[in-house]
Each structure stands twice: as structure tokens, then as C-alpha cells.
């Protein structure tokens, strides 16, 4: 299992970029997961079914199974923010996986920097930042491939991702 991120600032494209990119790594025959981190706080949930109220009442975890899929949805209740490793340790086995997010973990990502953002690149300050997909003319040595050009963009994150064991050692050497 590899791991790949995707970072940038909010409004870079980054969920517009890996929701073009998962069809591309499925016909591919590629099994993809993502992790996507969530600055605030956000619901899976529907207020007032079964499952929020079991949560709202106070449940450590709610786990919701049908013919079609699970979801398990874990409180923390005042602990602290799961890590990355914690985190990967939890999913099933696939050939990829794609965190957006996460920006201050160590393993490998792919910059998402849209120029209309106007905002500044985060590679010169972030040594795991291991190529860019942009809309811009960027002067770098790093690999750079258009927002708009998957198959590229693909070829870059697969050339980019590392073993999730990797990613595993590298956030604990960070402790």
C-alpha cells in the first residue's frame, strides 16, 4: 500500500483534482482510499436520524452497516486529534492512498496551487512536497504538470507515492 498527499491553500482545487483522479486510478484497476482532514468541525450525519442521535447521546462510536456500505463515525470527546499513521492504520488495504490534507505530516505530497488563489507556494517551505499541479508557470526543479491534465497528474502521484510504512516512520521520527 502507497501513500501520496495532496496539500495547498482551501480553494486550490484539491478535492476538484482527486475526484478527477480517482476514476483515472479505477480504470486503471487501481484501488484508491482517501483521508481528507477537516479543520472544523463537520457531520457525516444527518441531525435526527438514529445514528446522530446514538452520537449526540454520547457514543464513543456509531458504527452504521446497510447493503450498500458502512460508515464508522468515532468521537473524540476531548482526546486528541488522531495522526496520520494512527489514521492510515485503520483502512482496509488498497493500492493508493490519497490524503488532502494534513499539510504538516511528512510524507510525500503533490502541491495543488491555483494562480487565482493568489496565494504563495508551499514547496520552498516544505520539503515533502514532492511535485506541483498548478495552472501557472512555476520556476522550479520540482516536477510540475497542469490542474487540467489527469493522466499526467496521475502519472506524477503514483511516481511520487511512498510505502505506507514509510510514511508510518517518518511521522514518528517527527515526534
Known amino acids: ?27 486503471q484497476g487501481l484501488r484508491v482510499s482517501v483521508i481528507k482532514h477537516a479543520h472544523h468541525q ?69 502541491e495543488v496551487h491555483r494562480a487565482a488563489n493568489a496565494k504563495p507556494l508551499l514547496f520552498p517551505d516544505d520539503p515533502g512536497i514532492a511535485g506541483i499541479a498548478t495552472d501557472a508557470a512555476i520556476e522550479t526543479r520540482l516536477p510540475t504538470v497542469h490542474l487540467d491534465d489527469i493522466e499526467a497528474a496521475a502519472a506524477l502521484l503514483l511516481r511520487a507515492a511512498m510505502p505506507v510504512e514509510e510514511a508510518v516512520a517518518k511521522s514518528a521520527a517527527m515526534r
Not at 501513500?3 to 491553500?9: F, Q, R
Not at 446522530?52 to 468521537?75: D, F, K, T
Request: charged share 25%.
Open 1 to 27: 500500500m502507497k501513500v501520496i498527499g495532496l496539500a495547498g491553500w482551501s480553494g486550490a482545487g484539491k478535492t476538484t483534482l482527486l475526484t478527477r483522479l480517482i476514476p483515472h486510478f479505477n480504470a
Open 42 to 110: 463537520f457531520d457525516v450525519d444527518v441531525p435526527g436520524k438514529d445514528s446522530w442521535r446514538h452520537r449526540e447521546a454520547g457514543a464513543a462510536e456509531v458504527l452504521v452497516a446497510s447493503s450498500n456500505r458502512w460508515a464508522l463515525m468515532h468521537e473524540l470527546r476531548g482526546a486528541a486529534e488522531p495522526r496520520l499513521p494512527e489514521l492510515l492504520g485503520k483502512l482496509s488495504a488498497v493500492d493508493l492512498v490519497v490524503v488532502e490534507g494534513f499539510k504538516r505530516e511528512p510524507h510525500r505530497k503533490i
